[in-house]
């Protein structure tokens, strides 16, 4: 077997599990990292970066291990990184703006949009939190022979019905589906007349002025400084930085950016720069995801829910992966923001554990002392 197809099988084996928080020190300073320091040189992978900012504090970015082997490149904090299924809640934003401005209904079918693109009744909002019962289109690659296609530049209507042809859940149930994402990018650009990665920088990265973010459009390259990205196989990591077209992500997952900038976009989110306070509302809504995300989790609008181990309440943001990058995001309501990027997926369980417990200790602080 081609050794991108061994990539692509163990890929597919890839989980998570529960994430555990220890109590802060009571004495610990709001301002303080420590901790959070400390998890994230635990975390046991090529390299990783994490930002964090808490209301009264400076940012505070630390970085650890690699972000390059061979050349023995050490991670600095302004690596830009493939964010994968965190571009989702950029992409629910965008579509969110247009319902605000009247230009979609969520409660609307699909077809009304885009006849005979997705079956007759799945409407705007079962796309966007992923009870549409679409397949995943990822599903359909034949992994074997990666080598034949992880390259070619693809249409998102063409990999929607792929997911399309696949078997479904029944409609109303959660179960997360790339393919949903691609509906709702292909939703904006018929809406728009633009395509939806001008759509997301118009509306997003340059107003918000996150410029380590970016679509990477039709190449394989990363702009700037960034770190590369690593595939573990049984003789070491393989370096696939540049080994799968974007076009395979899409509106889904194909973004650029950095934990800094990530930060920004979520405090913009959450703070109500972005969408108008009833149509926010509904993003932050979320249906049970069972065991099936992890536990406790909600999925809205592009928007994931999570009750805090750590501290009270419940913080916003996503998960994502593309080949070689693992990111995860969150964000709280009254300003707190964490985001940790690492330069190597799949990880081993024991490693996604310690990524939620990393984000839920730097949102909440010394906010645990008291659990």
Not at 36 to 47: Q, T
């Amino acid at each position: 077997m081609r050794r991108a197809g061994r990539i692509m099988i163990a890929l597919a084996l890839a989980a998570s599990v529960t994430a555990l928080a220890q109590p802060a020190r009571a004495d610990a300073d709001p301002c303080e990292h420590s901790e959070a320091r400390a998890l994230l040189r635990e975390l046991k992978v090529i390299g990783a970066v994490l930002t964090v900012e808490r209301p009264g504090c400076r940012p505070w970015t630390a970085a650890a291990g690699r972000a390059e082997l061979g050349r023995e490149r050490a991670m600095r904090g302004d690596e830009r990184f493939r964010i994968g299924s965190v571009t989702k809640t950029f992409t629910a934003t965008v579509v969110l703006q247009l319902v605000a401005e009247g230009r979609l209904e969520l409660d609307r079918p699909v077809v009304d949009y885009l006849p005979g693109l997705v079956p007759a009744a799945i409407t705007v909002r079962e796309v966007l939190d992923h009870t549409s019962g679409l397949g995943d289109y990822t599903k359909a690659l034949d992994l074997g022979r990666a080598d034949e296609w992880r390259l070619k530049r693809y249409e998102a209507a063409d990999l929607v019905a792929r997911g399309v042809r696949l078997k479904s859940t029944p409609r109303g149930e959660w179960h997360y589906s790339n393919t949903n994402y691609l509906v709702a990018g292909l939703l904006v650009e018929k809406v728009t007349g633009n395509d939806v990665c001008r759509e997301v920088t118009r509306r997003i990265l340059r107003p918000l002025g996150l410029r380590d973010s970016s679509w990477p459009g039709n190449t394989t390259k990363i702009p700037g400084r960034h770190a590369h990205g690593y595939f573990p196989l049984p003789e070491g990591p393989a370096d696939v930085t540049r080994s799968f077209h974007p076009s395979l992500a899409g509106a889904s997952g194909a973004l650029i950016s950095t934990p800094a900038d990530v930060n920004r976009f979520l405090a913009a989110l959450l703070d109500g720069r972005l969408l108008p306070d009833h149509v926010l509302a509904r993003m932050r809504e979320g249906v049970a995801t069972g065991n099936r995300l992890w536990p406790g989790a909600r999925y809205g609008l592009g928007l994931v829910s999570t009750p805090s181990r750590a501290c009270e309440g419940v913080w916003y943001g996503h998960r994502g992966s593309f080949y070689g990058y693992r990111t995860l995001a969150g964000a709280t309501a009254d300003g707190r923001r964490a985001t940790v990027a690492v330069n190597a997926y799949p990880l081993p369980k024991a490693v996604e554990t310690k990524l939620r417990e990393l984000v839920d200790r730097a949102l909440c602080g010394n906010a645990a002392r008291d659990r």
